[in-house]
């Protein structure tokens, strides 16, 4: 016959069993073996292709726009030459205002045998590629 602590123990586990059925999201790391198509590798079994993953701009190329604004430090130059019996001297001081905007491609596509950071998602059916590991 089974007691209150019995009960709660197999409630306990068929719920514990429920949440892994589910495949709730989860952390996980990989290698990139081919970027053309784009393929990552998990473990021993089991590689990932381009239609199971959603790529993050930390691991694309993309296209953005840059504002500079700003100013150069001041450049001395002095030359002084004597040239026959006459002294010249030139001070070539200067700065610049930089104000520009511009569009400029940032190149964060993924490279072989790079390590990865993804995050399954529920049902494990698709991954989030968030980040490289390491700098």
Known sequence: MYDANDLLNILK???IGAVEATKPVNVCFGKVIKTNPLEIQIDQKLILTKEQLILTRNVTNYNTTINLNGETKPTILNINKTIETT???VDL???????STFNA?????????EQ??????QG???YLVLDRVGG
């Open 124 to 126: 494990g059916q698709q």
């Open 105 to 113: 491609t940032i190149n964060n596509q993924l490279k072989q045998n």
């Open 87 to 89: 002294n010249l001297s």
């Open 93 to 99: 001081t200067h700065n610049h205002n930089i104000n």
């Open 13 to 15: 586990q068929a719920g």
């Open 116 to 121: 990865v950071i993804l995050l399954r998602f």
